[in-house]
């Protein structure tokens, strides 16, 4: 049974046409792709074909405690539009925001993709509520808790997409009264962690790629893939050069904050921070630093609680 958009048809590219988006306007974002996963420009091919190949694998996309946010940035990206990518990229057998099927439709659709002899991948946005067995989230009538322990072991990969599915994000910040955890704690198996609240789509669209072109991505000591975590947001900063020459904005919508002067001084915690935000942007466009606000660090471990308060520097 397929219920959802896409569901890995055949001409992904004459569709993306149709919608707008050229030729030349889908290779330039499997440019960007190769580029962010640090295999340059010629590998922009290699990303196409993965993107557009006709054999696409299964994919159980799982919502634990969260705000959704994570399925938002992938979705609301520029050009092309990744929910069309994406969802002609893989079979998306199940995921309960976009699925048109409901009810015990949409549970049948998720027990025979779990039961393909073609196994599944498996992304779980959100952290895992464990107080009371897990029945302070429920979905179908089974804990949240109950559904990851069942489903990811199964599965041929798991990633964990978001700063709340990773680490616990701010489902897990005290006093935590869910006793919230992140899906590698509750199953007890290594996820790859797309981090960031929400995590860049690029950095989920590579990891993608990179499982159907190459295998397992490098992880650091967080689960992390370290092509896209492995420099720290400062090691990029536009606003480096000051930070070197003691150059820092002493407040914001101030004439040195407005000169691009670093804002380390304003809680910003890039030094702290793993992730390429510096050279993806997001949307195609800007990034917080950019736009005058500090990094908050939101793809470190224990985020919310570690980085807090944010407008203190430390």
Not at 56 to 63: D, E, F, G, K, M
Not at 114 to 130: D, I, L, M, Q, R
Not at 138 to 158: D, H, N, R
Not at 267 to 291: D, H, I, M, R, S
Request: proline letters at 7%.
């Amino acid at each position: 049974m397929r219920f959802s958009i896409g569901l890995g048809k055949d001409d992904a590219e004459k569709r993306l046409e149709q919608r707008g988006v050229s030729r030349r306007d889908f290779m330039k974002f499997c440019t960007t792709v190769a580029v962010t996963m640090g295999m340059g420009p010629a590998f922009a091919v290699d990303v196409a074909h993965a993107l557009t190949a006709k054999r696409r694998p299964s994919v159980v996309y799982l919502h634990c405690a969260e705000c959704t946010g994570c399925s938002e940035a992938v979705l609301r990206t520029v050009k092309p539009y990744i929910d069309e990518l994406i969802l002609d990229t893989i079979s998306l057998d199940y995921h309960e925001t976009l699925m048109a099927a409901a009810g015990e439709a949409a549970e049948e659709a998720l027990h025979e993709a779990v039961n393909s002899k073609e196994g599944f991948y498996c992304v779980v946005e959100g952290a895992v509520p464990t107080i009371d067995q897990g029945n302070w989230g429920m979905v179908a009538g089974k804990p949240m808790l109950e559904l990851v322990k069942e489903i990811c072991p199964k599965a041929k990969g798991v990633i964990s997409i978001g700063q709340c599915s990773s680490f616990g994000g701010v489902q897990a910040a005290a006093p935590n009264p869910s006793k919230a955890v992140p899906v590698s704690k509750a199953t007890g198996i290594q996820t790859i962690c797309i981090a960031g609240c929400p995590p860049n789509p690029i950095n989920f669209v590579g990891t993608v790629v990179h499982l159907l072109t190459k295998g397992m991505p490098e992880l650091d000591d967080n689960g992390r893939p370290t092509m896209f975590y492995g420099e720290t947001v400062h090691d990029n900063c536009p606003r480096l050069k000051h930070f070197d020459n003691g150059e820092f904005a002493p407040s914001f919508g101030s004439e040195e904050a407005k000169k691009g002067w670093c804002l380390y001084e304003l809680g910003c915690k890039g030094p702290l921070t793993f992730n390429n935000c510096p050279k993806v942007k997001f949307n195609q466009t800007n990034w917080p630093v950019e736009a005058g606000h500090p990094c908050i660090g939101c793809s470190e471990p224990q985020f919310w609680d570690s980085m807090s308060p944010f407008y203190e520097q430390f």
